[in-house]
């Protein structure tokens, strides 16, 4: 392998990938377009929850219950009700997803007996939604717990030490800290990094092949080992400047924790790359067709990636066989060692698993693609 | 390699697609600084045999050497010692002319040392001096042929296979193309270079006219002007030149008749009367000219010796 010819290649790529619109816009919109989409579109959260309210009480103690439930941005009161049949027929009616009812005498059954029920329906036909519901309402009714709790202790000058004996409902516990969009966000840059990688590599060989100057450079002593990484060169800095990018949104705009090294998230994010250039690289030198390149390169990287990554679905909720499949999706490895970095501050060793099977893929993919490439018209 | 030892030299060469045949056992030499025109209609196995000699096909079967090395066995060295144009423009139109020189002069690591100066002498040839910086979609035919040229020397291979360089490019770019042409080969390059235009021809040192992928025949064009077309060879006018061509491909005596341009070449076996022909027009109310004796050119000979070697029981 030549440096000088792998020098000139490289050169080459970006002066074209400078003065192609198309090459241009996946390398730079596509990432910014998609960490967006991605980062608000695909959140668990669930705020705004349509809620009803049938405070049969109506006591000072009541509505402040009715007031933490809204305070925050989890539910929103569309109704106030005032009979039984009305909250069954705004169940039915769908106009409230969750209803809150507070019984008649509550206060005075808690503060005597130091134990009372509220009561909250929720409508399980969107089972995600309920049981996101059900957790906020668990949250805020701990809060409730922890606040009423105080003041028994005021009210009856019971000391700190055996507050706990004293408790008004099972303790809930809800981590309001965990937003959905951490576990997301990661995934989302893993899922990106493998759409524009895959995608902008498949173009670059087809490309040559489609205009007529892949005759002539092959009529030349270039080899296939300089021409894949002289192309690849360009391309892997863009699609690193990307996953900086991302990654960067990650962390400074969607605020996701990063507790990892720096170095374990360069290195393990150039690995991948590598990996989805590759395939990308392959593919193009495989295809002679920049439509059949790239869009074979969508769909080898669009589904897998974003079924079988676990970058939302979780992977140990699926049946075996598709766990089984999981393990050839390259993205599965990056959305785990994201997640590790950013979350867990896992160290390279402590990732070692998956980032030998990016290793491993690298290779092959790399080898697949250097030995695929023909200086032949035949 | 020996003085006397041909440059390009194939034994058998042939190619096959499948059940079809591209090139049939084709022999051919080319010496040092011979410039040798390769002639034939379209899909006459010209492309085809350029393409082997380059190192871009595998050859069916035969053998080929170029510049000392085997092609098949050795196409990175032949790869190495040979500049090629092919017939459909394939430089970087969206990159600009020095850009262009510069790409293909690190391909072939030509010392950096002599790179600007080669690619001076590129652009200079080329004739564009001051368009340095012009994207090279921009550049007309001729320009970007040249330009072609220009970088498929860089590297100064003693070989140059060029395809079909000047076609759809105006008369005088062809002029200027060829003369470059000469003057590489006046400097030792051995050219093959193959044209479906017939005047092209008379630039070459030497033609081989190959049809349906066979050798029809090879030679210099004063020797090929001197072919016995068998015959009489007349030019005739008329306003109706296919009309009077359908008759005149059936009179007695014509054995073999083409439009050459806006005018008819009959060919007439050495008993036949050319006088014969103007009534036997008039007869079928066709305007025409009377036949006029001239001397074959090199492509009436080509017409003659490829339909000779199409129906060689006829002829």
Redesign the interface.
């Known amino acids: 392998m030549?440096l000088?010819?792998l020098?000139?290649?490289a050169?080459?790529e970006t002066?074209?990938i400078w003065?192609?619109p198309r090459s241009l816009a996946i390398a730079l919109l596509m990432p910014v377009m998609q960490m967006g989409l991605l980062g608000y579109g695909v959140s668990l959260d669930i705020k705004h929850v349509p809620l009803c309210v049938y405070d049969q009480e109506q006591s000072s103690l009541s509505r402040q219950i009715v007031d933490s439930f809204t305070a925050a941005q989890w539910f929103r009161t569309v109704a106030v009700l005032g009979t039984d049949r009305e909250l069954r027929a705004a169940m039915d009616h769908g106009s409230c997803t969750a209803a809150l009812v507070i019984p008649v005498g509550f206060t005075r059954t808690l503060f005597t007996t130091g134990r009372a029920e509220l009561q909250t329906v929720f409508d399980a036909t969107d089972t995600n939604t309920a049981n996101v519901a059900t957790g906020y309402a668990q949250g805020i009714v701990a809060q409730l717990d922890a606040t009423l709790n105080a003041r028994w202790q005021a009210a009856h000058a019971v000391s700190a030490s055996a507050a706990g004996t004293v408790n008004l409902s099972p303790r809930v516990w809800f981590n309001e800290g965990l937003d959905s969009r951490n576990f997301i966000v990661p995934g989302v840059v893993a899922i990106i990094l493998a759409l524009v990688g895959s995608q902008l590599t498949s173009l670059t060989v087809s490309r040559e092949w489609e205009?007529?100057?892949?005759?002539?450079?092959?009529?030349?002593?270039?080899?296939a080992l300089e021409l894949m990484f002289g192309k690849m060169t360009p391309y892997f800095a863009i699609g690193l400047l990307d996953a900086a990018f991302c990654l960067a949104v990650a962390a400074f705009w969607f605020e996701v924790p990063f507790r990892g090294s720096l170095f374990a998230l360069i290195v393990t994010t150039a690995l991948f790359a590598l990996v989805v250039m590759g395939l990308g690289y392959l593919l193009s030198v495989r295809i002679h067709s920049q439509l059949g390149a790239s869009q074979i390169a969508l769909m080898l990287t669009m589904l897998p990636t974003t079924m079988l990554s676990g970058y939302t679905f979780p992977l140990d909720q699926m049946p075996r066989a598709v766990q089984a499949v999981s393990l050839i999706v390259p993205a599965r490895y990056y959305v785990a060692i994201l997640r590790a970095v950013f979350l867990k501050g896992s160290s390279l060793w402590e990732m070692a698993v998956p980032i030998a099977a990016l290793v491993i893929y690298a290779g092959l993919i790399i080898r697949a693609a250097a030995r695929a490439f023909r200086?032949?018209?035949? | 390699m020996s003085d006397g030892a041909p440059v390009v030299h194939a034994r058998g060469l042939s190619k096959r697609f499948g059940d079809f045949t591209a090139v049939d056992r084709l022999d051919l030499d080319i010496a040092k600084g011979e410039v040798v025109g390769f002639i034939g209609p379209n899909g006459a196995g010209k492309s085809t045999t350029i393409r082997m000699l380059c190192g871009l096909l595998r050859p069916s079967a035969g053998e080929a050497i170029v510049a000392g090395f085997d092609v098949a066995r050795q196409p990175e060295a032949v790869r190495a010692h040979i500049g090629y144009m092919s017939q459909k423009f394939s430089l970087y139109a969206d990159l600009t002319v020095a850009e262009n020189l510069r790409f293909f002069g690190g391909i072939y690591r030509v010392p950096r040392e002599e790179l600007a100066a080669r690619m001076r002498f590129a652009v200079t040839m080329a004739g564009l001096e001051g368009r340095e910086t012009a994207l090279v979609r921009t550049l007309a035919g001729g320009w970007k042929q040249r330009l072609a040229l220009g970088c498929a020397i860089l590297h100064r291979p003693p070989v140059l296979f060029l395809d079909e360089p000047t076609s759809g490019v105006e008369p005088k770019a062809r002029r200027r193309f060829w003369d470059l042409i000469n003057s590489l080969a006046a400097d030792g390059v051995t050219i093959l270079v193959s044209t479906h235009y017939m005047d092209e021809a008379e630039y070459c040192n030497r033609i081989v006219l190959i049809d349906g992928g066979r050798l029809v025949a090879a030679g210099s064009p004063t020797e090929l002007r001197k072919h016995d077309l068998g015959g009489a060879l007349f030019e005739m006018e008329s306003a109706t030149l296919g009309a009077a061509l359908t008759v005149l491909r059936a009179a007695p005596g014509v054995v073999e008749a083409a439009i050459f341009g806006d005018r008819l070449h009959v060919l007439l076996a050495p008993a036949a009367d050319p006088a014969a022909l103007a009534p036997l027009l008039a007869a079928r109310g066709i305007a025409a000219g009377p036949p006029m004796p001239i001397t074959p050119s090199l492509e009436d000979v080509f017409v003659r010796l490829v339909s000779r070697h199409r129906a060689p029981e006829a002829a």
């Open positions: 030549n000088r010819r020098v000139a290649i050169y080459k002066l074209q003065r192609d205009r007529g100057t892949m005759e002539q450079l092959i009529s030349t002593p270039v080899t200086k032949s018209l035949d």
